[in-house]
């Protein structure tokens, strides 16, 4: 029975651990709040749009849409969980965990890529959505619109992770009835047919690996918001509610998007598209206000999490409050790429949405590849005094960079930009093709994150026991 001493869990304190070990005494929660912690990040649009882009760019019809996102989030929930549970043995984030795999100068990499991504990608392509929604509810311009939700996002996660906590679970209860009643009004819609005798493999790997990419995107994050529990809590309950979370939220509304999209096709303003398609009014006011909401609960997750992943390179700023201000820092330069991905660049969102969650894929499954192997080597050791006592492990750097480069080169697909020699071979045949209102459509295949996965884990193992660098020092 896990204990639910409170400690210092003060919504409104500016939280100061930054990366250091949660002391005792500061320990409190309970399994099941992870279940809205990771659910509430992920009722929101670009959730939705994830799931459209099997029908609308990879030439998928329905129901290969919908199990190419089963088997993306699938894959990202199992590990998604596992991590989950390293965090209240050793009261660290998932960023600082990882040194056990890196070493300290190794893990200057993922970190450095975790900061980019979630710190400025993600928030903002989570802006952009929530900004599009808040301008089509009030008719605001999207310029306001958008400074209202970075303002709402970055004062969250300023304050920290008890205000996190209470803010994920409080607005989950909301997000989800009005979910659940969009899913009840748009599942009669759909159009399942399709022709079951042929499978578009080259497609499906596009939107399995984009759904990966979106889901995974969290598990570098993973311990960030268990390392508060108390050191004894239920690892089964832990890492079920985290990993379900994850799982269910991503794959309903993903399947959601993926039903309507198959309806309206491209839209010029995506979220106002699917917000019309509900045949309701008074739905549609409330699924943009939720959609807002539900992009707040996903960045204050990204920039709190970008912000420790900075930290956890090691940079002494020399300040008590280093995390919050860099929260605030993040917020503003991802602030800046929102406002060109959605004023400057809008006609793009789709393809640039596409292109950045197979690029999170990319860099991903390898860590999550490494930190698993890690892991199994490590059974019986204290995660948690190795992260924070070990210098160097080369092993995991050399197997990232190898992994992820030699992946990249032979089997990415970002047309237009760069096809790989293997993501048009055999299964994978190139057919891209352009509509005629010029919507780029892709069914050339991405294998990079599987063969990515498969070579930075043989790698690892390989290296790892040649060196000896997870025996028991």
Do not use: C
Not at 270 to 288: H, Q, S
Not at 450 to 473: M, Q
Request: glycine share 12%; no cysteine; charged share 10%.
């Amino acid at each position: 029975m896990a204990n639910t001493n409170k400690g210092s869990a003060s919504a409104t304190a500016i939280e100061t651990n930054d990366v250091s070990p949660i002391p005792t005494g500061e320990r409190h929660g309970k399994p099941w709040h992870l279940f809205t912690v990771w659910s509430s990040p992920n009722l929101e649009f670009a959730t939705v749009y994830v799931g459209a882009l099997g029908v609308l760019f990879f030439g998928l019809n329905l129901w290969q849409a919908i199990l190419a996102v089963v088997v993306g989030n699938a894959l990202a929930a199992i590990t998604h969980g596992l991590f989950s549970t390293f965090g209240p043995e050793g009261g660290l984030p998932q960023m600082v965990l990882g040194r056990t795999a890196f070493g300290r100068l190794g893990n200057l990499i993922p970190a450095g890529l975790s900061t980019l991504v979630a710190g400025i990608g993600w928030f903002a392509v989570n802006s952009v959505s929530g900004g599009l929604a808040l301008a089509a509810l009030t008719g605001w311009s999207i310029e306001i619109s958008l400074l209202v939700v970075i303002v709402a996002q970055v004062l969250i996660a300023f304050v920290g992770h008890n205000l996190i906590q209470v803010w994920e679970r409080y607005t989950s209860f909301g997000l989800a009835i009005v979910w659940i009643i969009v899913v009840v009004l748009v599942l009669p819609k759909g159009h399942y047919g399709g022709d079951f005798g042929s499978f578009n493999l080259g497609g499906f790997t596009l939107a399995a690996g984009a759904a990966y990419g979106y889901t995974a995107g969290w598990t570098p994050f993973a311990s960030d918001y268990t390392r508060y529990l108390p050191a004894n809590t239920n690892k089964r309950a832990l890492g079920l509610a985290a990993g379900l979370g994850n799982f269910f939220s991503t794959t309903v509304l993903m399947a959601i998007g993926a039903i309507v999209f198959a309806i309206i096709g491209k839209q010029d303003n995506p979220t106002a598209g699917f917000t019309g398609a509900l045949g309701n009014d008074v739905l549609a006011k409330f699924t943009l206000l939720a959609i807002a909401v539900g992009s707040v609960s996903a960045n204050v997750l990204n920039v709190y999490s970008g912000a420790m992943s900075f930290l956890a390179m090691g940079f002494k700023l020399g300040f008590k409050t280093r995390r919050a201000i860099m929260v605030a820092l993040a917020g503003v330069i991802g602030g800046f790429t929102a406002y060109y991905a959605a004023v400057i660049d809008p006609k793009n969102l789709g393809a640039h949405l596409e292109g950045f969650l197979l690029v999170v894929s990319y860099w991903v499954a390898p860590w999550v590849a490494i930190i698993l192997v890690d892991y199994l080597l490590r059974k019986g050791q204290n995660l948690g005094e190795t992260a924070l006592n070990i210098r160097e492990n080369w092993a995991g750097p050399v197997a990232f960079v190898v992994a992820t480069v030699t992946s990249i080169a032979l089997f990415s697909n970002q047309y237009p930009t760069y096809v790989a020699p293997l993501a048009t071979a055999g299964e994978f045949a190139k057919n891209f093709y352009m509509t005629p209102d010029n919507f780029k459509v892709v069914t050339g295949g991405d294998a990079t994150a599987i063969v990515g996965f498969v070579i930075a884990a043989v790698l690892y193992y390989v290296l790892a026991k040649a060196t000896k660098s997870t025996d028991k020092k």
